[in-house]
């Protein structure tokens, strides 16, 4: 490709350019080609090549003097004369000598001279974008244009190459750079051909060398006829491949249709084990609900087992000194009045527990003293068959009955205290795990209080009656231990004995 300043020289003495005359660019690279004439180039030409304007004088030393890779140049009609009789360049030293093994074929096929007046063509910017640039027409009185003669060239040019194109199956033009690597492929290619071309003569010369066995005709003959039998062989077992062929066919469908009927079995199964499927895992979520239900209904079984209802419906505690149960107190005292609808209750809730417990273990226990609970008016009946009320109200001078009812109270309740050791005997209970009241009954007395009411302190006899409930507590968890009933948790800590 040209340099700017020497197409902006030739420009300036090349006059007004003519903007519809074609841009060519490399169709390997799309580097673009300038084209350039001989004037652009006398400046750097030595001075034998500038004499005679020569197109011999000169194609070497443009390649000597300046890049002329991107450019294409046209001949003028006075130069085109001289063809293959144009003289050899006298050697200079002021220019390179070109060896004969370069490719100056090449270089004589893609330089052309241009008359003066269309020096320059094309001018080269790199300011923007780096392409080549139409400058601006200029109309000069005294500018020497090529007219006709010019366009027809530039028209020659395109159309040489277009046949060169359809005639080499390459995109023309070429820059001397793609040229040259072309040029080298298509050596190599010429080159490997000629080594495949002389291979395959020595082949042919090999096999030419070789000789041949000719058969006679009796041998030829026999070679016939074996090979007629051996087509015969080949028949029946072609026929016998065709019939095992045929069975197979009708075995292959006989298994397409077992097949349908496998896939249609497996596709019923898969169906009926997804419904099972389904129904399983339905079942078994009503089994696992079902469980969860059996579980908290266990759980409401259990918590209904530990609950004891002799317990709840008797609780008996203490007020301070006085006893209590179900929260009716039973004693008074001179400073704390209670009433004896009140203690009459007591008394009414203290015979009814004693009453459930001696009635649970009849007829094994001995139940001589009957206690008959009847709400707030309880009666005692001794072992004579008398009757005694254990209610009041009653003063200290005439309370006779009154304390005979709760001695023999006393004593129905050491008797099934007896009774329970002697059943903890029988099971063979561990003698600290037994029965043990922890208060001594003896006839009238609990403790070293008596329970009468003649002739007594308010104070002693509330004591008395309280170690009696205190008594009585121990022998309802006894008999809770024992049965189908089982105490609460804490309840025995409940049950330990009173401060004095």
Known sequence: ??????????????????????????????????????????????????????????????????????????????????????????????????????????????????????????????????????PPPSINSNSHLPGNNFHSNVTVLQRAFEIATSQTQVEQPMCLDCMR???????????????????????????EQESYNVLSDAGFQKEKQKIEEEEKKLKTAIEEAEKQYSEISSEMKNLELKAKEFEELEERYWHEFNSFQFQLTSHQEERDAVLAKIEVSQAHLELLKRTNVLNDAFYISHDGVIGTINNFRLGRLPNVQVEWDEINAAWGQSALLLHTMAQYFTPKFQYRIKIHPMGSYPRVTDINNNTYELFGPVNLFWSTRFDKAMGWFLTCLQDFAEFAISLDKENNVPPEKSLRLPYKIDGDKVGSHTISVSFNKDENWTKALKYTLCNLKWVLYWFIGNTSFAPPSGSLCAAQSPKR
């Open 1 to 134: 490709m040209k340099p700017p300043a020497a197409a902006a020289a030739g420009n300036k003495t090349g006059g007004w350019v003519d903007p519809s005359i074609p841009r060519f660019k490399c169709q390997e690279c799309n580097r673009a080609l300038v084209v350039v004439g001989v004037e652009s180039f006398a400046d750097k030409l030595p001075a034998q090549a500038t004499s005679g304007m020569q197109v011999s004088s000169f194609q070497g030393s443009i390649m000597g003097a300046s890049r002329m890779d991107n450019s294409y140049v046209v001949l003028s009609k006075q130069n085109r004369s001289h063809g293959h009789g144009i003289p050899p360049r006298p050697p200079s030293a002021a220019t390179p000598h070109i060896e004969p093994n370069q490719p100056t074929r090449a270089i004589e096929g893609s330089y052309i001279v241009l008359p003066p007046a269309a020096a320059s063509i094309y001018k080269t910017s790199t300011s923007e974008g780096g392409g080549p640039q139409l």
């Open 181 to 207: 690597l072309l040029s080298d492929k298509m050596d190599k290619e010429i080159e490997d051909v000629n080594t495949d071309i002389k291979a395959y003569e020595a082949c042919l010369q090999r096999l």
